[in-house]
């Protein structure tokens, strides 16, 4: 089956891999995409968009993610921080409190939430969908790269296919990554898969009722 993604790649898979909802309704394969982003060892931007990219690819089978944000870009980081506070700030407005017990673990002030960072809440998504993949058994195995695309001199895309199985079924994910030079070097911006997934917090938020 082949699926196109909003970003241009195509999803196929052998078979279907078949993940459970997380609880905020996020789609089987919004957490398989999520997954190849949320196993992080500690990163560092780089001098070129394929030397970050091949940190990403290298600890796609790690467990510590502590260093995610720094291979993000600014602008990402920053709309997640808006997002987060937003929909936190919305639910308390209606005396609901659901999002910061799943991002704090307990009811929080409003000025702790002012004062918690975008890495804060990457780490926080990220542990989240990690636990949930875990116990899915859902294993990135390898990845090829199949193409490069300059947009600009400081704006790159890389098409790569990215094998994986859970259990004995396995399928494989072709993805577009794209990379912003920043003044400290080469970092990724948000896949389309956790562009969607903030969208569903960001109106689940406001179903209060």
Known sequence: MIMQMDDGASFERENELNLPHTQEDISMHILTGLILLMTFQTGFASDTPEA???????????????????LMDTESMMNLKTIMDDAIGYQANHGVYRLQRRIFGRKVSMSDVSAATADFYLESLAGEILEAARAQHL??????????????????????????????????????????????GWKLK????????????????????
Do not use: C, W
């Open 52 to 70: 970050t990219l091949e940190q990403y690819f290298g600890v796609l089978t790690g467990q510590d993610f502590s260093g995610i944000s720094q």
């Open 190 to 209: 948000f896949p389309a898969t956790i562009k969607q997934m903030l969208t569903v917090i960001e109106t689940s938020a406001r179903r209060i009722h």
């Open 139 to 184: 294993v990135v195995d390898d990845r090829v790269i199949l193409g490069h695309i300059d947009e600009t001199e400081d704006l790159v895309h890389i098409v790569a296919r990215l094998n994986m199985h859970q259990d004995d079924t396995r399928g494989s994910d072709v993805l577009v990554y794209t990379l912003i030079r920043e003044e400290d």
